[in-house]
């Protein structure tokens, strides 16, 4: 039976075939969640800043870019809500998934997350 989780991501068009196991999770899984809960990633991350009183809106492109960079990797909080944002919309079977290669998994959602916030919360 098919989990209705999955019934309401996404498609992602990925250009090639992936290689490693990393890989196919990251095209199979991490990208549809994260275009499926783009919307509320950007409001969470904008909402941490705010309480965190960081002007974000008025800061520097190149300061808004540095400020992502050091939210994802530094406060711990934030990347851990996030975090679980992503993870809550795995099936039990992608969550075993995700365990096997946990620390490299991780990295991907905050790499691709980073990429994210910044291609659409960074002013041009």
Request: charged content about 30%; hydrophobic content about 40%.
């Amino acid at each position: 039976m098919s989990d209705p989780r999955k019934n309401i991501r996404p498609a992602v068009l990925i250009e090639k075939e992936a290689a490693t196991e990393e890989e196919r999770f990251q095209n199979d899984v991490l990208r549809p969640i994260l275009k499926m809960q783009n919307d509320l990633l950007q409001a969470i991350f904008l909402h941490v800043m705010a309480r965190r009183k960081v002007n974000f809106n008025n800061l520097s492109r190149q300061k808004q870019e540095k400020q992502i960079d050091h939210s994802l990797s530094k406060d711990n909080r934030l990347r851990f809500l996030l975090l679980g944002t992503v993870i809550g919309q795995f099936t039990t079977e992608e969550y075993e998934r995700f365990l096997k290669i946990e620390p490299e998994a991780t990295r991907r959602i905050m790499s691709m997350m980073g990429e994210r916030l910044r291609g659409q919360l960074v002013d041009s």
